[in-house]
């Protein structure tokens, strides 16, 4: 396809263009999360926390909402920190819920704005009846405790989860999610999205790179089955696999590296930061040991150029 040469194309030049320097070893993280949905820091506070922790680069993947990147943007010209303006949505593939990042969507691209104010509208019919099943269960949150939660942000699981800690029905996020609001629990419910077709067609035409957010979060591990999922999306226009992640194995993050080396595509990375909900995943190192080099993110930007 047309499409795959021009990533092929991309990373030759790349590696015309000579050895990495030790520049292109600057740590950065591409998959952070604000208050525009549902991280606790602002988009400024996040941008604060990557200069402190000198760290180059800091995409903002808000779910469903491109609303944090202008302030990010903003924040990051001011500190020295550069902002890689994204999204992620969540797209039903087969019997899978992928999810998408968009890097660099072009500022009020319609096409895009009407998908995401789709995504949200699921999520607004999907909140009542995650609450009406709370309430079943003898764990009632009321709209006000969720609205409580958040004034800025897309409201979603998390912001359930932090009223359910609050209301000392769980021990914690994570607790929350195990028992009530994971995939399979007691109060889980679906929420429409779109096609991964759809999903990763919007993000082309609002000319933003579309990548698969962590493989390893939809439980694969080898390079077959990954394979597998990641073909056809690659036919409808996927530019990269997210390869480094918090929850990411050594072994995850190279077979992403060998499953995007088949099909000419990049490879990203990113913590999936999102603040005090998530306590021990940290900005830019995850779990402690991820990084992801700056020479990642040129890649990125020259596909962006032929999109
Ligand atoms: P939502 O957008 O409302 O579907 O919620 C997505 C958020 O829930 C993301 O921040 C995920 O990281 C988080 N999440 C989803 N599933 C789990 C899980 N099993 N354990 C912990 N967090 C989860
Ligand atoms: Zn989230
Ligand atoms: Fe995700
Ligand atoms: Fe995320």
């Given at each position: 396809m047309a499409r795959e040469s021009l990533y092929r194309e991309d990373r030759r030049s790349f590696t015309l263009s000579g050895v990495p320097g030790a520049d292109d070893e600057r740590p950065i993280d591409l998959h952070v999360h604000t208050t525009a949905s549902d991280?606790?820091?602002?988009p400024s506070e996040c941008v604060d926390m990557a200069a402190h922790n000198a760290i180059a680069a800091i995409g903002i993947t808000d779910h469903d909402t491109v609303d944090g990147n202008a302030e990010a943007l903003a924040r990051g010209a001011e500190v020295g920190v550069e902002v890689v303006p994204a999204v992620e949505i969540a797209a039903a593939h087969e019997h899978w819920t992928l999810h998408i990042l968009g890097y660099y969507?072009?500022?009020?691209d319609t096409g895009l704005a009407d998908l995401l104010a789709c995504l949200r509208s699921g999520r607004d019919e999907r909140n009542p009846q995650i609450l009406a099943r709370l309430a079943e269960l003898d764990r009632p949150i009321s709209d006000e405790d969720l609205a409580a939660e958040s004034d800025t942000g897309v409201l979603g699981r998390s912001h359930i989860a932090a009223a359910m800690v609050r209301r000392g029905y769980v021990r914690n996020h994570q607790d929350a999610f195990d028992r009530y609001?994971?995939?399979?629990?007691?109060?889980y419910v679906e929420r429409g999205k779109p096609t991964a077709a759809d999903g990763i067609a919007a993000l082309l035409a609002a000319k933003a790179v579309p990548v698969l957010a962590h493989?390893?979060?939809?439980g694969i591990y080898d390079a077959k089955s990954l394979d597998a999922v990641v073909a056809p999306l690659v036919e409808m226009g996927l530019g990269g696999i997210e390869a480094y992640y918090h929850a990411h194995t050594p072994s995850q993050t190279a077979m992403c590296q060998r499953v995007a080396d088949k099909h000419g595509i990049l490879i990203t990375g990113g913590s999936d930061f999102h603040g005090?909900?998530?306590?021990?995943i940290k900005m830019g190192t995850g779990r402690g040991r991820m990084h992801v080099p700056y020479r990642l993110l040129t890649r990125l930007k020259q596909a962006r150029q032929r999109v």
């Open positions: 991280g606790t820091l602002s969507p072009e500022p009020g609001l994971g995939r399979g629990a007691a109060a493989p390893g979060m939809l005090a909900g998530k306590p021990d």
